[in-house]
């Protein structure tokens, strides 16, 4: 059974900065490209980040040069580094992982599994 688990939310304010994390059981990261979503308050999912099994990352423009994503393919984990802060980034932040299943699309990868969130607040 597949289980994702986010950790490093919290408030900070703007210009700030956070590092997500996220650890995975019965899922080999090295294998499979990962992905950060966020969802707001009111407002639809949408992707942040993905790393594919090489190490390539992609980035939402919103993030570009902000935010990095990586990944320790021997600790199973996860990471989404977040630099420079905006109260526009405060959202629950999802950790996700690649399932041929799955029913959410973003930038032509497929995701099915899913963390239970962290939440970032950034205060202007």
């Known amino acids: 059974q597949v289980q994702l688990v986010e950790s490093g939310g919290g408030s900070v304010q703007a210009g700030g900065s956070l590092r997500l994390s996220c650890v995975a059981s019965?899922?080999?990261?090295?294998?499979?490209?990962m992905g950060w979503f966020r969802q707001a308050p009111g407002k639809e999912r949408q992707g942040v980040a993905v790393i594919d099994s090489d190490g390539r990352s992609t980035y939402a423009s919103s993030v570009k040069g902000r935010f990095t994503i990586s990944k320790d393919n021997a600790k199973n984990t996860l990471y989404l580094q977040m630099n420079s802060l905006k109260p526009e980034d405060t959202a629950m932040y999802y950790c996700?992982?690649?399932?041929?299943?799955?029913?959410?699309?973003?930038?032509?990868?497929?995701?099915?599994?899913w963390g239970q969130g962290t939440q970032v607040t950034v205060s202007s």
């Open positions: 019965g899922y080999t990261y090295s294998n499979y490209y």
């Open positions: 996700a992982g690649e399932d041929p299943n799955g029913r959410t699309w973003w930038m032509g990868w497929r995701f099915g599994y």
